[in-house]
């Protein structure tokens, strides 16, 4: 059974930064892709960002050049360093992963902005 643990979250003034951590239960090179997504209050989920098996990045445009998405294999963890935060990006954040057609999501971590 796969498991995905966030961690990382919390609150932060406008213009701050945090990094989340998604720790996996297995290989992380055994997903493809990885990812972080999240959920505003009524609001539908969105993508954040993406990262393939080789190490392909996407970005949603909102967070492009102020959110990283990176792995540390030998960790089996995922991390999002997210930088010149913006009360828009108040969410609940998800950790993802997909191995075998099939979707893993953690439970998610709480960001919250304030301006």
């Known amino acids: 059974q796969v498991q995905l643990v966030e961690s990382g979250g919390g609150l932060v003034q406008a213009g701050g930064s945090l990094r989340l951590s998604c720790a996996a239960s297995g290989n992380i090179f055994s997903f493809n892709p990885m990812g972080w997504y999240r959920q505003a209050p009524g609001k539908q989920r969105e993508l954040v960002a993406t990262?393939?098996?080789?190490?392909?990045?996407n970005y949603a445009d909102s967070v492009k050049g102020r959110f990283t998405i990176s792995r540390n294999a030998g960790k089996n963890a995922m991390y999002l360093q997210m930088s010149s935060l913006e009360p828009e990006d108040t969410a609940v954040y998800y950790c993802?992963?997909?191995?075998?057609?099939?979707?893993?999501w953690g439970q998610g971590t709480q960001v919250t902005v304030s301006s």
């Open positions: 993802s992963a997909y191995q075998a057609g099939n979707a893993y």
């Open positions: 990262i393939t098996r080789s190490g392909s990045t």
